[in-house]
């Protein structure tokens, strides 16, 4: 007579226990999660549903991180936003005191940012405050830094006046139009720069020696 226990029927494999984080790595799990979402399904169709999923996490979960949508829209906006920031004060640093090398540097950035990027700037800057009033605030923070960081690379050593802080806005606005230009053939990546350039140029009244 056999003494081995019968073997069990089999049955549905338990789905692995995800690994536990603490809070803080967890939240920044779901971030990285969400950017690499925003990619794929674009900024105005992403959901923390969509995100939890991805993450192998309950919904529960992310909506502990992050209270809702607009929350969520606040961190990747300031994420991508300090990813193309760093990579403009890494050229202009790496520029030293040439003044002029570090203009074009800085155009070339602007003009070669990937394609999500530029999608980015345009929704955010053109059409996402339509879509998401509640977002206002956070929108109008983060144009002001970008406008800030410019004028103190376009105009060192000076105060940023209203007129510079307008002039630089001004110049975004045709580097975004640039964009579609781009897109479409109608200017050449090097014609676009050399245009970065003139407008950037032509609002500095004293060019820095």
Not at 81 to 100: N, P
């Amino acid at each position: 007579m056999s003494t081995d226990s019968p073997t069990p029927p089999d049955g549905p494999e338990m789905p692995a226990k995800r690994p536990y984080l603490r809070s803080d790595a967890r939240r920044q799990q779901l971030l990285a999660v969400a950017l690499v979402l925003v990619d794929r399904v674009g900024l105005s169709r992403l959901t923390i549903s969509q995100v939890a999923q991805e993450a192998g996490v309950t919904r529960q979960t992310a909506y502990h991180h992050f209270n809702d949508m607009n929350d969520l829209f606040r961190e990747i906006l300031r994420a991508r936003f300090m990813t193309m920031q760093d990579s403009v004060a890494e050229a202009i640093e790496s520029s030293g005191d040439d003044y002029l090398s570090a203009v074009r540097r800085a155009a070339e950035i602007g003009i070669d940012l990937p394609l999500r990027d530029r999608q980015l700037l345009r929704y955010v800057f053109g059409g996402l405050e339509a879509d998401r009033p509640e977002l206002k605030a956070t929108l109008h923070e983060l144009r002001g830094l970008l406008i800030l960081r410019w004028c103190q690379f376009v105009y060192p050593n000076k105060m940023a006046t209203l007129m510079n802080r307008a002039t630089i806005w001004a110049v975004m606005n045709a580097l975004f139009g640039l964009y579609d230009l781009l897109d479409t053939g109608e200017v050449t990546r090097d014609d676009a720069v050399e245009i970065v350039m003139a407008l950037t140029l032509n609002a500095v009244e004293d060019l820095p020696r």
